[in-house]
DNA sequence: TAGGATTTGTGCGTATGTATT
DNA sequence: TAATACATACGCACAAATCCT
């Protein structure tokens, strides 16, 4: 008898949510930088399918702003000016602190395993500083931030928006001259105060600050550009 | 010589959105109805295309929430229960108000001339009340009211989420022994209440108003429902 | 329980569009 | 300007999954 791991036959969809996060992921974490060609054929030949289910997970990131296929040319990734992105940011700020107000959870035992293990992941970062890591540190951090809210639509939102401003931002940041080891810092000490309002109960202040941080980062980055 | 309309070779591209234009309308317009089944063989027939283009249709529809796809067993139009949403107005509610405060912008010639004609559509349907009439009527003056923001983010959002929402509170409304005279006359007064701010220039008071009007006839679906 | 009918998912060859030589 | 190379878009046949008899 098999009392193994459920098992399940990786059904149609399945490979479909597993193709379709890998290459997300790449393009956030900017293994696929702004403004790539991605070859359909390449990425088919990599997942073991053909060119049709992968075209299903492209036309899926397209929709969700990420890339943007041209008949005849190409595949390629998107990248944004700077006024969109003005606009995009206005609208991070004002749906971070609805997080905050609208159907506000407070951690459970689960989840403030996670901010531990998160903040641990931060203060190594300190040491050794690491784009890469600290793009994965960054990702992992928002949307462990994205349960304190239950409300569903607004997680979905936030998500999107995310994915499609951090790698902007990080690629902007990496590009700088900058240090990256200032950029840690902050970031620590934005968990640090986070994970503080946390402790207090006070999820709409730690929304504040949330959207404080996301605030300062855009100036930032509109200034290194 | 040709001097007639740009007569643009219809491409692709144009293929897909006049699709996914139509497509969607039945859905939110409820020629389509909550749980209906589609058939991708009888859409693509009807379009003249083959499944492959239809299904890159279909593909991004349930991308945006409207439709799901079962393997082996077949397309549907998505029904929400009342709880999701409930979140979804609540966070529908918050993002009408921000329309109001993120990069609101007065309207222009064109869309005065488009809302007095949107005004003259309410009184004519006080007289006739009619079902399909006022689902048209109600969709493009929302849309007519995006216009007042220039935050293009911000504009996607509220459309996609008045998508998700309007079909399952126009389903409700014309299954309740309510007579839908009731809800044009309701319509009538918060198209007017709306115009009337927008002529004192007010536009945070615009959409504030708007704001109460979903919040009250997502009031009047729960307990009519 | 088994098998056939129906539907979505996949593979692949071809058509069409674009850029470059 | 024409031809060639290469990319995405399309059409069709078949596989896989589900449902019902």
Redesign the pocket.
Known sequence: MNFEAPET?P???D??ERMHAAIRNRICLLDYAPGT?????AL?AEY??????L??V?GRLEGEGLLQ???????FVTDVEIGELTQTYQLRLELAELTGKLSAVAPDEALWQDFRTLSARSKALIDAPDPRRFAELNMDFFLALLRLTANEPLKEICERLYFQTTRIWLKSVFASRIDIADEVDIFDREVHDILRALEIGDLHAAALIQRAHISMSFERMRRNA
Chains 1, 2 share one sequence.
């Open positions: 036959a059904s149609a969809r490979r479909f060609r991605l070859s359909e054929e088919a073991g399918v053909s060119r049709t289910p075209r299903r492209l296929s041209v008949h005849g040319v190409g595949t």
